[in-house]
């Protein structure tokens, strides 16, 4: 039965969680992983009324022929592409802060097409020469 929290480890998490703080710093505070965190989440069923406190995220656009979950967030993924930020990271931040439930291959897929489509996205546009 090693499988299960103790007491005093569950009562942690949850006062951690009611100051606040995200699932990741929770994780790197306590060494529990942040599914684990999640399922200790009291407020966790009321999560699809929680405002994000980032960009939100905007309607999804008229189809342009892909299929893919990420494209109702093309505007999110785009800029986190432009400042650098790995497809992982992205995938991460999508499910922590827009409830994003689809598996991260969709969104490397993604990534991969926005850094082929709009190379300018993909290295971070002008460098502040012309030549």
């Known amino acids: 039965m090693g499988n299960y929290l103790k007491m005093a480890d569950k009562q942690r998490i949850q006062a951690l969680l009611e100051l ?3 699932y990741r710093r929770i994780e ?36 342009t022929g892909s299929g893919s979950a990420c494209e109702r967030y ?24 827009y409830c994003f439930s689809h598996g991260y291959c969709s969104v490397k897929r993604f990534v991969r097409t926005v850094k082929r489509r709009r190379p300018e996205v993909a290295d971070g546009g002008d460098h502040g020469y012309s030549g």
């Open 20 to 22: 606040g703080w995200s």
């Open 28 to 63: 790197r505070e306590t060494g529990v992983r942040r599914e684990t965190i999640a399922r200790y989440d009291l407020r966790r069923d009321s999560k699809a009324a929680k405002v994000p406190t980032g960009p939100v995220a905007k309607p999804a656009r008229v189809p």
């Open 74 to 97: 093309r505007d999110i993924i785009e800029a986190a592409v432009a400042q650098g930020l790995s497809a992982q990271r992205i995938w991460q931040d999508l499910q922590e802060n």
